[in-house]
């Protein structure tokens, strides 16, 4: 007994949202970035690292009562992992050489 199977294909329209289109540019070719970017990318980490940015970020996460993160660290104990952590974790963005723990999946 042969059994067909119907797929369907859901339409999405890759206009401005940001999203790759998955018929664009398959492959993996490397185009040169733009004259500027990395001063453009690093500007843009510097913006991201200043302290009164990072109290911001701070405060909306406290606001959105914010829970542990994989590493258990939670939003009351943040600021003091910080103080000893933050020079060398802002270093590494800044540089580019940061690596973010995994992320662990969770099932809804």
């Known amino acids: 007994m042969v059994v067909e199977r119907k797929t369907r294909q859901l339409a999405f329209d890759y206009g401005e949202a940001g999203e790759a289109c998955p018929n664009r540019g398959e492959g993996h070719q490397t185009t040169a970035a733009p004259p500027g970017a990395g001063t453009l990318a690093q500007g843009l980490m510097q913006a991201v690292v200043e302290p009164r940015n990072m ?4 405060k909306r996460v406290r606001a959105n009562k ?3 993160g994989v ?3 939670t939003v009351d ?15 590494q963005l800044l540089e580019g050489s940061y690596i973010p723990q995994p992320i662990r999946r969770v099932e809804i």
């Open 55 to 58: 109290r911001q970020a701070l």
């Open 71 to 73: 590493d258990g660290v």
């Open 77 to 91: 104990e943040l600021p003091a992992y910080l103080k000893e952590h933050w020079p060398a974790i802002r270093a």
């Open 66 to 68: 914010g829970s542990a």
